[in-house]
């Protein structure tokens, strides 16, 4: 299946283990005027859920080094990091789902490479926003000038 995130596999220095990379950006959130705090609307929830039996059938048998799920720490992000969660950890995955620095809307995209680089599991996802998963996603590219449009792959 497609997901709206951008997936990427990278090979270990030792040409050993395939290690996953999946960015996803939150679900639809409720408007501001409704709740400050934008947690997850009933669209959003619902999307966020059509994610996770995506991305769960995507990665299919589980692998020894589990996964690792990021998210900025907002309600909304949180919210559809927990429902990859449960659909990983109702398919047999070992896996982890932690707030984490760097992924908020306006960070500069270097905190998100140095969590790229120094993850041990062979699958780390990070549910995020925008623009900074754009920007995220033409640096792990090499390609700055893609933000823009790799922007308009989350939505």
Avoid at 6 to 16: E, Q, R
Wanted: hydrophobic share 40%.
């Amino acid at each position: 299946p497609q997901s709206d995130g951008i997936t990427a596999a990278a090979v270990d220095a030792s040409g050993g283990w395939v290690r996953r990379l999946i960015l996803l950006r939150h679900g639809t959130p409720m408007a501001e005027e409704e709740n400050p705090r934008r947690p997850l609307s009933e669209q959003g929830k619902s999307e966020a859920e059509f994610t996770a039996k995506g991305v769960a059938a995507y990665l299919g048998t589980p692998t020894a080094g589990g996964a690792k799920l990021l998210h900025s720490g907002k309600d909304r992000a949180k919210e559809t990091a927990e429902a990859i969660e449960q659909a990983l950890t109702a398919a047999g995955w070992l896996c982890r789902c932690e707030d984490t620095k760097g992924l908020d809307p306006k960070d500069t995209p270097d905190a998100a490479l140095a969590l790229v680089r120094d993850v041990a599991e062979s699958v780390l996802i990070m549910v995020g926003h925008l623009p900074h998963m754009g920007f995220l996603s033409s640096r792990l590219i090499a390609e700055p000038a893609a933000a823009g449009r790799l922007g308009g792959c989350f939505h």
